[in-house]
C-alpha cells in the first residue's frame, strides 16, 4: 500500500516509537482489510502482463513499474500482492519469494489518495482507541468532557466513519 518510510513521512514522525517491522505488518493487515471488506484490488488494468518468476525476481523488461510499486501476481501459484524492491535491465525483484513459474499475470496495484488516508486514520485507531472499542467502553466522561466511542456491535473491527472512506471503492461481490 505505502512503504514504511512514506508511511513516517505522512505521519510526521507520531509513531517512531514503534518499529518498522510493526509498522509493515500492521499497514500489510489493513491493506488486506481494505481489499477484501471493498472486494476491490485496486489492479491498473492498463499496466499488466505475463511472465516468468523465480526465486524473488521477476523475469523480463518491466518498462511501467518502479521501484516501491505494488503489484498483484495471479493466475499462478504466487498469487499474492508484492512491492517492488530493485530494478535492473532485465530481472525486477520483490519483497516476498516467489516460486519458479512461466506464466504469471502481473498487475499494477494503484491505490487512490482517499484509500491512503483511510488506512492511516485505520493505523491510528488500531495503536490508540482499538483497546477501549475492544474492552466494551463506550464513553468516558471527566468532568464535564464527554468522550463517545460509539456502537460497534457489528462484525466490522473498525468504526463506521472509517468504513465511509472506503464506501465508494466498493465492488460489487457476484458469487
Do not use: H
Amino acid at each position: 500500500m505505502i512503504t514504511v518510510q512514506r508511511f513516517r513521512e505522512l505521519t510526521g514522525g507520531k509513531y517512531s516509537n514503534l518499529t518498522d517491522d510493526n509498522i509493515k505488518f500492521n499497514l500489510d493487515s489493513i491493506e488486506d482489510f481494505i481489499r477484501t471488506w471493498t472486494n476491490n484490488d485496486f489492479a491498473d488494468r492498463r499496466v499488466r502482463f505475463r511472465t516468468a518468476t523465480e526465486n524473488y525476481n521477476i523475469l523480463g523488461i518491466t518498462d511501467s513499474l518502479q521501484i516501491g510499486d505494488t503489484i498483484m501476481i495471479s493466475q499462478s501459484i504466487n498469487d499474492g500482492i508484492y512491492r517492488i524492491v530493485d530494478i535492473t535491465d532485465f530481472v525486477t525483484t520483490v519483497d516476498k519469494q516467489l516460486y519458479r513459474v512461466n506464466n504469471n499475470l502481473i498487475a499494477l496495484v494503484r491505490y487512490p489518495p482517499t484509500i491512503i488516508k483511510a488506512a492511516i486514520a485505520m493505523f491510528d485507531f488500531d495503536i490508540n482507541q482499538r483497546d477501549k472499542v475492544s474492552s466494551g467502553v463506550s464513553s468516558e466522561k471527566i468532568s464535564r468532557w464527554t468522550v463517545s466511542y460509539g456502537s460497534n456491535n457489528n462484525a466490522d473491527p473498525y468504526p463506521k466513519n472509517l468504513l465511509e472512506m472506503l464506501q465508494r471503492y466498493v465492488k460489487l461481490k457476484i458469487n
